[in-house]
Every structure is written in structure tokens, then in C-alpha cells.
């Protein structure tokens, strides 16, 4: 079976007045279907480069990118996407902005109106499908936000640091509700952070990039049972993984 | 079935103390939030009212309220008419602004040669004060509604359409790559999210040109005109009757009231969901 992502050799710079800033690569990375990888490294070292070039938002300096063994040659519309400020626009409910994903892909919306309704509930959001965005808190919010960015049930998701901007607790409520959408449907998910917990916690691979110009300096299989709760996170193996990435980054003068 | 609309008459007859009670409730919870302003509002007028005999100013320089209302009435007909004619020219004028100033504006934020040619000679011309070209409109085209209704279009045009330019020019960056990697057209993403994100800044212009638009229309009738408030004003000050000029302020604030009333509402009715609209409660 082939990978659902495939990045050969890619790298990304940007034109700015003092010249080209290298901040990408070149870099390989394979992600298999039903995979969660996570892009963990410190702020600027091009994680949400990679995203937006996987998208097809952004296009490569150099190398190839593949996604479901098709070549990336302009957005992709199979994909479900989620940013770090989340998509929700103000004039539409909370039910609204997950329909506003089906009606720009010109899907049926009464086919999908019982799985939005799951998809609320899901999320713990029930009572709140009519409200709009500005009466939910932050968390509930992006919440939301993962309900119109897996609506149209794309197999492959790409996560740009959607908690950045949550408090360590609402983090911590929203990881659990997205490791338990990931364990029901399988999608393969590429998803960036710089919280070394996190990526632990929910990645099945992480891939630790150096700080800028960002390289895949290692990839790291997380082999520790799902879900994984409270009880996994107090584990020793979890503790050692924590050790060794903390290790890699001291190495990097991170911290 | 004489039960049945006995029962919903007796609800009805039970229903209606009800929502009278509650209109009446939030009357009074509106005039206990604005009562400042209102005291303000009459305080001001009395203090005009009484301050002219302790004065004693005369009224060929500044009349009593009182006097503005029982003597203007007099010429009651004249100043109705000429609210129509000013009112007219202000209106047409800003309706024109409205229909070309924000496809314009789409079109130059949309467009990267426009929006390195026309762009930059808005922004200069946004400089030139609009009513300095009001004397050669008037000498072009005469003493007629056709000049005036061009100077109240220039002098809304340009607030307007450097708002749209901004405002379809700056939809949040993460919107805009949702946007594409839904694979919408341009149509269904314009309608869907470009047009709606867009309203509350082109409002800003809306608003800014309502508030202008009636002193484009007054100058422009203060140079060349034979009716209209402005004219009227002019005319009316000339011949030592102030309490005459003060009716045609009065008018004229009332219109501009009016235009900037409608606009809010349109406003209000547009974009209930943005935060300037949101009721405090």
C-alpha cells in the first residue's frame, strides 16, 4: 500500500527584500493511510510550511509532493484543513459554519444534517448549534472548528497547530475529544505543534524538526496503547519518550 | 369547535395586557438609559431659550428657539419644498456613489493593475478637498439638481470605495486558504464568505459618506443655485432673518439624520452579526 502523503526531497524558501530566506528542507517524509504524525519542533522552523505546501496552498521551492499517490499541483479539495485562528465566520451559527464547508463544495446538506448533529454531541457543543461564535469560549470554539473541518469526512486531515492559541486545560479536554474523531474514523492526520506532551499523546509517529532552516532530523514511532488516557500518560514508557525528545531539543540549544 | 375559539380568543384577550405591558417596560428601561441625554438635549434649549433676554441679545443676531418655530412656519411651504429639492440632490448623489463606488472598489481589490494605477490616484485625489471643484461643476452645468447631485457623489464617492477596496482586500488569511482548499469557484465564494466578511468595512464608508453627504449638497448650493436649503440659508441670512437660517440648519440636520438613520438601519439589517451591532445588554 502505498503512503498517503509523500514529500521527495522538498524544500521551501521565501523571496524577502534582503534576498531568499531558506525555511524549509529539503526534507522526506512518508505518512501511511491512518497514520497521526505530528510535526514537533520550536516556533519558525517551517512546520506550517510544510502544511500549507501538503494542501497545495503553497508551492515547493524544490522536490515533489504526493498526496494519495497523486501528485499536489494546486489546493486540495479532499483534505480537511484547520489553522491555528480558526475558520468560523461571525455570521453564521455554530450549525451554519459546518454547513458552510458542504456549501462551498457544493455538497448536499440535508444528507449531512443527522452526522452534523452527531458531530455536535461528539464534541460536547449540544445546545449550542445555534449560537453564534462569539457567545462560545475559545475552546468551544475550536471545537466547533474540528466539526466543519471534518464534516465532509475527508481521509486525510492537516492540523496547523489548532490549540496554540487554547489555555493548558481547555488544550487538554480538546485532545482527548480529537484522539477519540481520529480512533473512530482512522483519517491520516498530519499535525503540528511544539508541545512535546501533545505530540506524544496523540501522534501513532512524530517527526522532530530542527529549529530553522526546519529539517526532519528524526522520526520517532510512539508505541503506547489508545487511547491514551490519564492512566498512559503517567506511564514510564510515557516519561521516557518525554526524556528523549526533551534531549533532542536541548541538543539543539532549544532550551 | 365554539370551545375551541372561545379558548383562543380568552388566550388572546390574556396575551395582549402582556405584550403591551412588555413594550411599555422596555420603553422605560430605553428612557432610563438615555435620560442624560435627553435632559442634556432639553437643558440645552432652555439655556438658549432664556439666555437670550438675560443677554440681551437681539434677535436680528441670534433668535429664541421659540422664535425660530412660530416664524419659520409662516414660511412653511417654502422650506418643505426645499428640504425635497436639497434632499433630492443628496440622495441621488449618494445612491450613485453607492451603486458605482463599491463594484469599483471589488474591481480594484481584486485587480492588481488597477490597484497599482486608479489605487494610488484615489488615495491622492482623496486629498483634494471635493467641494473646491464645486464652482466648475456649476459653471459647466449650471444652476440646475445635475451639478449639485455630481458634487454629492464626489464628495461620498471616494470614502466608499477606498472602503470596499479595503474591505474585500482583507479577508483574514486563514479564511481565505479555507476558502481554496474547498475547491468553491469564484461565484460561491464570493457570495459565501467573501461578500459577508466584507459588509462591516464597507459600512464604515457607508456611514462616513451619509454624514458628508448633506454638507456636499449645502456648499454646492451656497455657490450656484436658485433653490434649496443652502440657497435658502444664504438668501435668508442676507435679508437679517437668522431665525429663518436656524429653520434651515434645523432642516438640514434633520435630512442628514435621516440618510445617516436609514444607512444604520440597512447596517443593522445587514450584518446583525457583527460586534458593533450586537445589543448590550
Known sequence: ?255 | MATASFESGAAAADSRPKVLKAALQRLAKKLARSWPFIAFFVGFFLFWEYSIDWFGIPAYILPKPSEIVTRSAADFDRLVYYTYVTGLETVLGYVAAVVIAVPLGLAIAFSSILRRTIYPFFVSIEMTPKIAFAPLFISWLGFGLLPKVIIVFLVCFFPIVLNAILAFGSLPEELERFVRATGAGPLRSFMKVRLPAAMPQCFVGFKYAAINATVGATIAEFIGSDQGLGFYIQIVTGNMRPDLAFAGIFLLTLLGLSLFGIVTLCERLAIPWHISQRRRH
Open chain 1, 1 to 255: 500500500m502505498g503512503s498517503a502523503i509523500e514529500l521527495t526531497q522538498v524544500s521551501k524558501s521565501f523571496d524577502t527584500v534582503d534576498g531568499a530566506v531558506h525555511a524549509f528542507g529539503p526534507a522526506d517524509l512518508a505518512v501511511a493511510p491512518g497514520e497521526f504524525v505530528s510535526l514537533l519542533g520550536p516556533s519558525g522552523c517551517g512546520k506550517s510550511t510544510v502544511i500549507l505546501m501538503i494542501a497545495g496552498l503553497l508551492a515547493p521551492t524544490h522536490g515533489a509532493i504526493r498526496v494519495n499517490d497523486r501528485p499536489v499541483a494546486g489546493p486540495q479539495t479532499a483534505i480537511g484543513i484547520m489553522f491555528q485562528d480558526n475558520t468560523l465566520v461571525p455570521w453564521r451559527t455554530v450549525r451554519g459554519n459546518i454547513e458552510l464547508q458542504l456549501e462551498l463544495r457544493a455538497l448536499d446538506k440535508s444528507r449531512y444534517a443527522e452526522r452534523i448533529t452527531r458531530m455536535i454531541k461528539a464534541v460536547r457543543l449540544d445546545g449550542f448549534a445555534d449560537r453564534q461564535p462569539f457567545e462560545l469560549s475559545g475552546g468551544m470554539q475550536q471545537r466547533a472548528a474540528f466539526c466543519q473541518a471534518l464534516v465532509h469526512e475527508p481521509d486525510t486531515l492537516l492540523l496547523d497547530e489548532p490549540l496554540g492559541k487554547l489555555d493548558a486545560m481547555t488544550r487538554e479536554g480538546i485532545r482527548v475529544d480529537l484522539q477519540a474523531l481520529w480512533l473512530e474514523r482512522r483519517p491520516t492526520v498530519v499535525f503540528v505543534t511544539h508541545s512535546i506532551e501533545e505530540a506524544i499523546q496523540l501522534s501513532s509517529k512524530i517527526c522532530v524538526i530542527t529549529p530553522r532552516p526546519g529539517r526532519i532530523d528524526r522520526v520517532i514511532d510512539i508505541d503506547l496503547p489508545w487511547p491514551r488516557n490519564l492512566e498512559v500518560k503517567k506511564s514510564p514508557a510515557f516519561a521516557a519518550y518525554l526524556g528523549v525528545i526533551q534531549e533532542i531539543f536541548h541538543g539543539y540549544g532549544v532550551f
